[in-house]
């Protein structure tokens, strides 16, 4: 059993845990995830390590409730715990000292993207940090963002907070200043999202990375539900990446991966609830 430390609401339906987890708080490097299972009836499922505190002994996940077990996680209090939390899974990101680094993230993958940014920074790299979403109160993480970069833009779909549009837009603006150089883009957000910096990049050869979290079974390689492709060559996320170069990723087939359960995943949230207001009557 893993003892939940701390639970903090972030934003509508967005939740950070801090999990009891020493031996994974020392180990846990930027890029790494973990397999978490609440109960021994729950699901595994793969989330990102935003954080890890060696000292206190805690890792931190950061999640948005959409579906049956993310509700029940953003349900938990300080002293409850989870059954399970097996890590840290997949491979570290490589972090070197390359230059001017633009960090991309949008919505949820700001967590993800954050102890990366923060060891390209720690690197001696010269960070911007370019953070979306679709409206400001669904930003996440900018005063820790703000905190550990060099410079911070802020876009959302709707213009209620920073440049209205999309972080490609940001990210395209600077591509084309030349007197910045950028040497690196790292970009993690949903999908369609993190297609659109690749196609951004592509045209200047900016080496570009992107952190996958495509469907998971057990995080070992084992099931081969995190396939995606990868330069012609088909790879799995948990033990390859999750980093890959984004130019390399085909995004299509992995998009459309991504919508193999969507109605059972919708059944599961539905009779979740469901029984949630019966408890309550």
């Not at 002293?79 to 230059?99: C, F, N, S, T």
């Not at 087939?253 to 309550?280: I, M």
Request: charged share 25%.
């Amino acid at each position: 059993m893993f003892r939940v430390r701390s639970a903090t609401g972030l934003g509508p339906d967005l939740t950070r845990l801090d999990i009891e987890a020493p031996d994974l708080a020392r180990a846990a490097q930027p890029g790494q995830f973990l397999m978490l299972r609440i109960d021994e009836e729950g699901e595994r499922i793969p989330l990102t390590i935003a954080d890890s505190d060696p000292d206190a002994g805690t890792v931190s996940v950061i999640f948005l409730a959409v579906g049956k077990t993310t509700q029940q996680l953003s349900r938990l209090k300080p002293r409850d715990a989870v059954l399970d939390v097996a890590g840290p899974l997949g491979r570290h990101m490589e972090i070197e000292k390359v230059g001017t680094v633009v960090c991309v993230g949008g919505g949820v993958g700001v967590p993800a993207l954050y102890p990366k940014a923060r060891a390209l920074k720690h690197a001696g790299n010269y960070v911007i940090s370019v953070i979306g979403a679709r409206t400001a109160e669904l930003l996440v993480l900018v005063d820790e963002m703000s905190a550990i970069s060099d410079e911070v833009r802020i876009t959302t779909d709707d213009g209620s907070r920073g440049r209205k549009g999309f972080v490609s837009d940001e990210l395209k603006d600077m591509l084309e200043d030349t007197s910045r150089g950028i040497d690196l883009v790292v970009a993690v957000g949903p999908i369609p999202m993190m297609a659109a910096v690749a196609e951004t990049t592509r045209p200047y050869g900016v080496k570009t990375l992107v952190s996958l979290n495509p469907i998971m079974v057990d995080g070992t390689g084992m099931c081969g539900g995190c396939r995606v492709t990868v330069g012609g060559e088909t790879k799995f996320a948990c033990v390859d990446g999750p980093v890959f170069d984004a130019h390399e990723v085909n995004f299509t087939e992995l998009a459309k991966r991504q919508t193999r359960f969507v109605d059972f995943e919708r059944r599961a949230k539905e009779e979740y609830e469901h029984a949630c207001r019966l408890q309550q009557a």
